[in-house]
């Protein structure tokens, strides 16, 4: 027998009663009923309930132990009473009768309770998660997510992937986000990059001759946190794959992913694959995002020129569209019996967004036919109407919010409208994952804020145009073989087929202002291996925190990564950033400035 236990605490049944056993664990809850004291002692594995007379040597010694103590039990397997039985526990038809034990490690009062899973705040969770992490609900989160990765690190190996580890040190790159600086000793002056992903050195893994290569991979980027995303590091899995094109990644990863939702989805259903390829534009238009919750069946309608006929008569409206702008229609289906303050509360509730508010109409049969009602419903005549109905598939128990602004405004908020009225109307299925693909990003958007074309996604993506066209394109029109990978409204990965030819190379990075000099030398590396013989391939890189979120049906990435940095990126355990001592600074040749006020 081991020396601290016979048996874990979920283990034991029925069938041990009348054994004497030895378990081990933390002192999750004590209940003194006078007489008898019961205690449930938990570990990793599970909870068993111990008891103890009051007659007991040891009674006294166990009524003062702090709970979180860690403790080693003796005793024998007794049946429980049929009242004392818990159907909600695996080990609630028995309980330990307590014959001996030895205390491991006394707690010290707590900052926080593990028992009863109660709300604390996060800078409490995060400086004391070792405490946290105890917590059913966080624990049962890690173990999931350790599974989650034992998973598709299987899957991988299945589809005759390679897992490979590439640099963590390593050169810093001028696309993307802010990279995290490290200053090398050996080299005064000169600093290492850790990867924001490992892009260029696993496009070169298939340049080198293999053909699958996958990791799990710590990734760092520094740049603010939000719910769905850490500040400064994240885990992606990584794959690459060469002679492919973008159908052949499709084909491989699709079975993947259903079947891990499948498995840890907790019986939510998923989607049949071949999942559904929408298109970058598309998406924007019937959604007003490229990261589209399936699940709400509300589809937005541009009704611009039905706004701008001689058929409506609303003058701030026509005014905008004179401007440039645009009108989307978002449908709200079984809504013309609301009451005026649920439309009045979407209204309010778009002014509190920033935007100027939604107006909106609602629908009655009168006789023969169906008229509009609402504060906007003055402003158009029977055909506009009955085209506007048309337009927007509705109905006489149908209602229409409208958003008027600048095309790309008016496109965001009538996707963030979407999902709030979707909300309401309780119209999203929680029992579902919608997967689809978004396809065919652009190549380049434009920057209004330093007035000049930029890369709108991977810079290293082919052109969906062949080389020889690519310059008699307008920069905006070039389509990229560009893909994301979506569910319920979450981006899980990004992806691409790349580009493989040096000069198409330099052809796409000359239209954001990059001389051929300028990308031998901030690419230099890429750009040497592409020119040695480099096979067609492309990837993507889902992200495990994201996945995990998901499946745990938690709103918060933190709630499932083990010690995450606090919003301001700060690890509130471990002290971390840190100030470090001056010999440390002197090695490296650094000398810090003056400190900027509140830092």
Known sequence: MNKFRSHNCSELREKDIGKNIKISGWLHRKRDHGNLLFIDLRDHFGITQCVIENKDK??????????????????????????????????????????????????????????????????????????????KEMHDNIKLRSEIISFLRNKMIENNFLEFQTPILTASSPEGARDFLVPSRTHQGKFYALPQAPQQFKQMVMISGFDRYFQIAPCFRDEDGRADRSPGEHYQLDMEMAFVEKEDIFNITEPIFYDLFAKFGKGKKVNKTPFPKITYNDSLNKYGTDKPDLRNPIELVDVTKLFSSDQTTLKIFKENIKKGGIVKAIPAPNTNTKPRSFFDNLNNWAISEGASGMAYITFEKNENEIVGKGPIAKFFSKNAISELMKQCKLTEKDSVFFICNKPLEAIKFSGIARQKIGN???????NKFIFCWIVDYPMYSYDEKEKKLDFSHNPFSMPKEKMSEFDKKEPLDILAHQYDLVCNGYELSSGAIRNHIPEYLYKVFEKVGYSKEMVKKNFKGMIKALSYGAPPHGGMAPGIDRIVMLLADEKNIREVTLFPLNQNAQDLLMGAPSEVSSNQLKELNIKLGSKKPNS
């Not at 009524?63 to 080990?91: A, F, Q």
């Not at 330990?96 to 490690?105: G, R, T």
């Open 58 to 135: 040891n009674f006294k010694t166990l009524e003062k132990l702090k709970p979180e103590s860690v403790v080693s039990i003796e005793g024998k397997v007794v049946k429980r009473t049929k009242e004392t039985e818990n159907k909600d526990l695996e080990t609630g038809l028995i309980e330990i009768k307590i014959n001996n034990f030895e205390i491991l490690s006394v707690a010290e009062d707590l900052p926080m309770p593990v028992f009863g899973e109660q709300d604390y705040p996060e800078e409490i969770r995060l400086k004391y998660r070792f405490i946290d992490l105890r917590r």
């Open 424 to 430: 309401e109307l309780k119209l999203i299925d929680e």
